[in-house]
C-alpha cells in the first residue's frame, strides 16, 4: 500500500474526491481526512490517532533502538562473568527481546504525542482551513488513482505519494 495526499481548498471538493476514491474502489478504512480542529466533517471518515500522531514511525525507532541497547547488554553480560554457551545465548536473546520490547513501548508513548511529521508540512493550508485527505492504495494502482482524481476533480492538488506505509494503519 501507498499512501497518496491530496490537498483540497473546502468540504465540497473533498466530498467529491472521497466520492472519487470510493468508485474507484477504495475501501473508506483507507480513506483518511484530517482538517483544523473544530471543523464538521460531516459525513467524511476522519483520521484516527495512527494517522494525525507519529506512533508507528516511534514504535518502529524503539523497536530497534530498544532491541540494539538490550543486545549490546546481553553482550556485555556475557563478557563479563564466565558462562556456557547455552546460558550466554539465552542471555543475549533475553536481553534483546526485553530490550525491544521496552523501546517499542516507550517509543510508542512519545509518538503517540507528537504530531506527524509527515502532515506538518500541511500545517498552514490545513489551518486555513484546507483539508487533507490520506488515501491508501495498492502500489499498482496509485498513478491510476491519480489520473482518476486529476481528471474529474481538477481543482484538487495531489501533494505527494508515501514510498510505503505500515501493513496496519
Do not use: C
Not at 500522531?53 to 563478557?79: N, R
Not at 490520506?134 to 495531489?158: F, G, K, S
Request: proline share 7%; no cysteine; glycine share 8%.
Amino acid at each position: 500500500m501507498r499512501r497518496i495526499y491530496f490537498l483540497v481548498p473546502d468540504i465540497n471538493v473533498a466530498k467529491r474526491v472521497v466520492d472519487e476514491l470510493l468508485l474507484a474502489r477504495i475501501e473508506d478504512k483507507h480513506i483518511h481526512v484530517i482538517a483544523r480542529p473544530g471543523t464538521p466533517l460531516e459525513e467524511l471518515p476522519e483520521a484516527n490517532l495512527l494517522q494525525k500522531s507519529d506512533f508507528i514511525p516511534a514504535v518502529q525507532q524503539g523497536l530497534a533502538v530498544g532491541g540494539a541497547t538490550g543486545m549490546l547488554a546481553g553482550l556485555i553480560a556475557v563478557v563479563l562473568p564466565p558462562a556456557s554457551i547455552v546460558i550466554a545465548g539465552g542471555i543475549l536473546l533475553a536481553t534483546s527481546l526485553a530490550g525491544a520490547s521496552v523501546g517499542a513501548w516507550i517509543g510508542g508513548m512519545i509518538g503517540m504525542n507528537a504530531d506527524n511529521r509527515r502532515i506538518k508540512e500541511f500545517e498552514s493550508a490545513i489551518e486555513a482551513g484546507h483539508f487533507l485527505i490520506l488515501a491508501d492504495v495498492p502500489r499498482d494502482r496509485v498513478d491510476e488513482i491519480e489520473v482518476r482524481v486529476r481528471q474529474h476533480i481538477p481543482e484538487v492538488e495531489i501533494e505527494s505519494t508515501e514510498p510505503r506505509i505500515p501493513a496496519f494503519p
